[in-house]
């Protein structure tokens, strides 16, 4: 590896560590282009690297987001469990789905995640835990960076397991935290607030992507050369992106994230028709 792409990788992976963190999504959405585009790697091999990167993410941030009273530890072991056994499905699958289809669906899960962008979170009125509640226990509050104490409780726990489910599925096929999906499905199907999915979101896409990136490094896909300034440069800008969040995302931050999507959706959609753009045949 040469020192320009050392220094382009990590660069690179920083900015999509700061990126996906700060949107508790960390940054696997944006290795698998990187990787893909500029270093010109084969898909799995991407994917695999990318898994470690959303590892490191996962482990930087996580202490910021609990020492903050944002991360829901009891709800988060529940629906990991969903989550593990989609990720089996995932790794099961490895190998058994071309890279064209793989390349549009990563395409369509960058749109998604752009739409959701656009459209944005629900605002939503606190709300107390109310008694008798099935899921009771589960719910939580946290002070608000401007002080303020947030209340919220979980429903439609079932729900939001499947979407659990299958985002551990594409996390192990594509590569990514998966965290795209799970924020709107805690965000829609459980209710909760914007803060505590994604710093939820965020705890549980690492311990998913251990499991996935276990499978390929036992497979001898995972290129450890390619993930040394990968992983550093995801540290370095996931503990970046962990303060965003807590001091709380602006707008602007929401309309550089939907371009970047954009702007990386292009290139997978013409990989999926095979015009292999920037991807070694």
């Known amino acids: 590896m040469t020192v320009v792409l050392f220094t382009v990788l990590f660069f690179g992976a920083l900015a999509a560590g700061a ?15 990187l990787l893909t585009l500029v270093a010109h790697v084969p898909f799995p091999t991407a994917v695999a690297v990318s898994l470690v990167s959303v590892i490191a993410c996962s482990c930087a941030s996580a202490p910021r987001f609990l020492s903050a009273g944002l991360t829901n530890l ?5 629906l990991e469990v969903a989550t593990t056994f989609g990720a089996l499905i995932g790794v099961l699958m490895i190998g058994g789905v071309p890279d064209s289809i793989l390349y549009g669906i990563f395409a369509a899960v960058l749109f998604v995640s752009a ?9 939503r009125v606190p709300q107390p835990a109310l008694h ?8 939580g509050a946290f002070t608000d960076h401007d002080g303020s104490t947030v209340g919220y409780q979980v429903s439609r726990l079932p729900l939001g397991a499947t979407f659990m489910f299958g985002a551990g599925a594409l996390s192990a096929l594509l590569g990514i935290g998966s965290g795209v999906l799970k924020i709107p499905a805690m965000d829609a199907a459980l209710k909760l607030p914007i803060k505590v999915s994604s710093a939820t979101a965020n705890l549980m896409i690492g311990v998913t992507a251990c499991g996935a990136a276990a499978a390929y490094l036992f497979s001898g896909t995972l290129d450890l050369t390619l993930s040394a300034p990968i992983v550093l440069g995801s540290l370095a800008g996931s503990i970046l992106g962990a303060k965003i969040l807590v001091r709380a995302a602006g707008p602007s ?9 954009l702007a990386l959706a292009v290139p997978m959609i013409a990989n999926a028709f095979g015009l292999n753009w920037g991807v070694s045949s």
């Open 19 to 33: 990126l996906g963190s700060a949107l508790g999504m960390a940054g696997g959405i944006f290795v698998v282009p």
């Open 74 to 78: 009891r709800l988060a072991v529940v």
């Open 115 to 123: 739409i959701q962008m656009i459209v944005g979170r629900r605002g």
């Open 132 to 139: 008798g509640s099935r899921y009771q226990s589960l719910g």
């Open 253 to 261: 931050l929401r309309l550089v994230f939907i371009i970047v999507l």
